[in-house]
């Protein structure tokens, strides 16, 4: 059997096409969100709220409640929201409040699950919530539609607000001055990446998720001189590496979440050889 | 009627002071230059005006029917960040949030703007350059053409020399005369004293805690008390 006959053999299975459309979606919104993200310098702030994430699924889970995207989404929400509304006369610094946080919540849901769990095999757990490796495979419909949603309202929010969120990106001080409402706009922000983050806690799992928004990002960066060009390569990439990921990870049996995050740093890798080769031609031309 | 005055204002951070005493009314095709050594406060001072921090107390306001949105702001040039990937015309068309009011996307207008903008400071051949790219006199004109792509009424200068060599300095005056002439008002901060002075026509020096007129600059009125 072929690799595209056994492909199309698995993709009759409805949880197989459910994965995939999950995965792009997701791939999708935080490679949009990444670039902006990676200029404000808070690449870890997905790391973080998806710590967060991981202590809410721990109640959900001890509390036996089945959808736990519910438990989840909110309390991330607000978790982001908490994080960027401290602003900068706080006493604890960004970098410091990202720490505590993400820590602090691991610990509890590690502690919830360890102590409360009603399965025996805890690490085994931890370690499908940590790196998502089947978790994506045993999507409800109602996951799916929920993501799709989801991710309608990211896409969207982000294409209306695509011309003010370069503003605050490129120059906060400059948006302040010129009457933009940046607290509003980072809030917003800060609610769509954690939706974004929820959403993605299912596809690679809540360690892996910082590679899904900041590599596809870094990676166009290295060949796209335009914040355009960069978000609309970074969003190509990122969905591309997703369901190129998957299939691999379908025919080769490998985990989801590291096959797909190993495909974004190949990806990666080749676009710094590109930007490079065509630096030193441009160099060689001038 | 001045574009923007103040009166008594004390300006600082979190409750605690740092110029008081500051008055002064800037109006159409007038520029006030704000001196000082360093930590005198000509930074605390220019971004209240601006809007980015509250005053401690005192009036501070708009006259002529300007608002926020009619004040375009050069910041530093030092501070542009190094490795962003925007093009030049990205960064020219950004000055136009201000004019977006609702509007989710940049109108024919506002592209128009943002093109004349950079036609003024010479940059448009540059449109397609990476912003990242280009030396420090040319990402300042570029920033110019950003402040002035919102057709603003009153322009703030934050260091507007700082890091740029001799020629591209006096091409910013000779830009700034121009505006002068069709009347925008001025506000600029900074070091190069020698430069800024001819072209001003009030001059605040910030020292100890306080705020002064110092008199008598080419077509200077110097006037302590305006307003």
Known sequence: ?????????????????????VGALVA?????????????RLSYIGDGLSHVAFGAYAVAAVAGITRDLLVIAPVTVIAAVLLLRRGQSSKVKGDAAIAMMSVAALAAGYLLMNVFGARSNIS?????????????LTLTVFDVALCAVLSVAVVGGFALLYNRIFAVTFDEGFARASGLPVDRCNLIVAAMIALVIVVGMSLVGALLLSALVVFPALAAMRVCRTFKGVTILAGIIGVSCAIAGMAVSILASTPVGSTIVLMDAGVFALLCLVGKLRGRVLKDGR | MAYLFCSDLCVGYAGKPVVEGISFAVGAGEMLCIVGENGSGKSTLLKTLLGLIPPLSGRLGFGGGMGAQEVGYLPQGDKAQRDFPASVWEVALSGRVSRLGSRPFFSKADRAAAEGALARVGALPLRDEAFATLSGGQQQRVFLARALASEPRLLALDEPTTGLDPESSETLYR?????????????????????ALPHATQVLLLADGRASFVGGYAHGTGNGGAR
């Open chain 2, 175 to 195: 830009e700034i005369d121009g505006l002068l002439t069709e009347g925008v008002g001025v506000i600029a901060v900074t070091h190069d004293i020698a430069g």
């Open chain 1, 1 to 21: 059997m072929t690799a595209l006959e056994q492909l199309s053999l698995y993709l009759a299975y409805p949880f197989v096409v459910n994965a995939l459309l």
């Open chain 1, 28 to 40: 999708l919104c935080s490679s949009l969100l990444g670039t902006t993200l990676v200029m404000k």
């Open chain 1, 124 to 136: 085994g757990d931890v370690c499908t919530t940590l790196f998502g490796s089947t978790s994506i």
